[in-house]
């Protein structure tokens, strides 16, 4: 992480910014001990001592070759460290005219992303289940019969749930191959199938 100081000189009335689109650290020093610094503004958001760190991620984060939005996947960068060190007698006046403002902030993702996410439609995209396997891993076919067990909420697999299931290529199943899932009392969960889509 990067890192800035910036030191005010002690003369007159002042108004600092600093903000830094890489999350620096940024640290004012307005003033020293033997000599404060004086600093008087007016007006709205007239800051007497402003100081900013602003992390920003990419501007164009790729999108999902897929679905063709971009998915984030972390949180935006957050800012630096935002240090004021004041020996200042600071006098303002004006609506929201604080006399030190200092902010750490994200910029989050840019509203294209935000837009893209609003605005996903599912029309157009169909899903096909290529591949699906027994209980034990091994290969099934799609469409026919796979041994099979139910899970419970954390996909753990439930003593005494075994049966056979026909896996159907739109995704839908069914009890199949002689006999389907055998429920002990008081099932935890649905029926299920190991499949992947693929």
Known sequence: MASADRSCPPRGARHFADSDGGAANLT???????TPVTIQTGGNNAYGIQILSVGSGPSNPPADPFLGVVIPTAQNAAGGIATVNSYTNITTSGQNAYGIYAQSSTSGYPQSVVDGLTNFSATGFTFDI??????????????????AKLVDANGNPISGSTGKVTVNANGTFAPGGGHGLRQPQRPASRSTSPFNMK
């Open 28 to 34: 004012i020093n307005s003033g020293v001990a033997a």
């Open 130 to 147: 290529s591949k699906v396997y027994n209980a034990d891993g091994s290969a099934g076919t799609v469409g026919q019969a796979v041994q």
